[in-house]
């Protein structure tokens, strides 16, 4: 029997939580959504829409402590996850670790502190633009709490470095900056289910920048990653919860490997976007979004998820390296099946990556070599029809 009981709030209406706000309605909870964007489609399939700035912590906890919500699920961006980390401490909301935790695991100079404490596999790094002559070039330059790629830049100088560095602290609402060492080998990124500091449920993707470099929009469930390297990264994720004591729940890490070593890039505790979690399910068929609510919603996870037999689907988001009008896009490949989730109207002005995007396509490929050999390509195969953005000018 369905329990109209619970009342939850998801904190965020961007197309990428729709998935998540299904598991939650599924379950017949009564639900409300919060984000200052109307036009944002979860705006119009929740119970209840609130419009409300969520990056703005304390209106959003007065808004919380003022209704009776049973539970608080994050969206799919780092602010919703850490504004709040911030209202369920004070609440005492569960699916939260202690807000210094989520401190440390979302702030990169705070992870590489603590990484360095804990001798974790991460490149070298500094937060003081003056150590600059402690790193071998080149270097990536990062804001502390940015997402998406935004206000990431590679320097190969000293000169580029103070650039970047300049340009990184415009996109940190913090101000703050850290750089690392460029180190070589292919990014993937390792989603891990944990219940009692033990993974429960894991998946290994490749992932591919192939308009903007830091922002990724190809991806797949990868098949060729070493054994050696997988048990390697979930022997030191539930090594990192037991270090934290980290509550039930996901485990979003980003890394850098050659298939026989690997090094820590970036750590979460949100649902992944551009619906990352419509990829794991339609690979595995298992549901990811579902796997990641419970814990918000009060409920364990399952003490064991059976594999099963997976399907060769890849995905890519549509996006561009110049502002322009979007028009019309299609993907030309021989596939099983294509889906397109798509994002703008024929017309609508299209900012450059990793700004935006015109939408999502989910490919079907017929065995895992071609899976493997198209992903990073997918880009080439897309039928992209702009015009040119043309400035106004007035008088």
Same mark, same amino acid.
């Given at each position: ?10 904190? +965020? ?6 998935? $998540?706000?299904?598991?939650? #309605? ?11 964007? @109307? ?6 399939? !929740? ?37 709040? *980390?911030?209202? !369920? ?8 670790? /202690? ?8 702030? #990169?100079?705070?992870?590489? *502190? ?10 070298? !790094? $500094?937060? =003081? ?42 996109? %940190? ?13 292919? @990014? ?7 219940? =009692?500091?033990?993974?429960?449920? +894991? ?13 990724? =929009?190809?991806?797949?469930? %990868? ?20 270090? @934290? +004591?980290?509550?039930?729940?996901? $485990? ?5 490997? =050659? ?23 339609? *690979?595995?068929? $298992? ?35 110049? /502002? ?27 900012? *450059? ?26 880009? /080439? ?15």
């Amino acid at each position: 029997m369905k329990n109209y009981s619970k009342n939850i709030l998801l904190c +965020d209406a961007n197309f990428c939580v729709l998935p $998540i706000l299904q598991s939650i #309605k599924s379950k017949g909870y009564t639900l409300s959504v919060v984000g200052s964007k @109307l036009n944002d489609p979860a705006h119009f399939l !929740a119970d209840k829409s609130i419009n409300l700035n969520y990056a703005d912590v304390e209106l959003l906890y007065k808004h919380i402590s003022e209704n009776k919500y049973d539970g608080v699920v994050p969206g799919c961006n780092d602010r919703s996850y850490m504004s709040l *980390a911030y209202v !369920a401490e004070k609440l005492k909301f569960k699916g939260f670790d /202690d807000y210094e935790t989520v401190l440390t695991i979302h702030h #990169k100079d705070r992870f590489r *502190a603590f990484a360095e404490q804990k001798s974790y596999p991460i490149p070298r !790094a $500094i937060s =003081n633009p003056d150590q600059v002559d402690l790193l071998n070039f080149p270097v990536l330059v990062k804001p502390v709490d940015s997402f998406s790629g935004k206000g990431i830049n590679k320097a190969y100088s000293v000169d580029e470095f103070k650039a970047h560095w300049k340009e990184a602290k415009k996109f %940190s609402q913090s101000g703050l900056v850290v750089a690392e060492e460029f180190v070589e080998g292919k @990014l993937y990124s390792h989603s891990a289910f944990i219940k =009692n500091k033990k993974i429960v449920v +894991d998946f290994f993707v490749n992932e591919y920048c192939t308009v903007y470099p830091y922002q990724v =929009n190809s991806s797949n469930v %990868s098949s060729r990653l070493s054994q050696q390297v997988q048990q390697a990264l979930r022997k030191w994720t539930e090594q990192f919860a037991s270090d @934290l +004591d980290l509550c039930d729940g996901l $485990i979003h890490t980003q890394f850098i490997s =050659n298939n026989e070593t690997f090094y820590l890039i970036e750590i979460a505790r949100r649902c992944p976007g551009d619906l990352y979690s419509q990829l794991i399910q339609k *690979a595995t068929g $298992i549901n990811y979004s579902e796997l990641y609510s419970l814990p918000f919603l009060g409920l364990d996870l399952p003490e064991r998820i059976e594999a099963i037999e997976p399907k060769f689907i890849s995905r890519h988001t549509v996006s561009v390296d110049k /502002d322009c009008v979007f028009i019309s896009s299609s993907l030309n490949i021989n596939s099983p099946h294509i889906q397109n989730v798509q994002l703008k109207y024929s017309g609508e002005p299209m900012k *450059a990556a990793p700004f935006d995007k015109s939408g999502i396509y989910f490919i079907e490929h017929h065995n895992v070599e071609e899976m493997e050999t198209l992903t990073e390509k997918l880009k /080439d195969y897309v039928a992209l029809e702009t015009l040119e953005l043309i400035q106004s000018h007035e008088g």
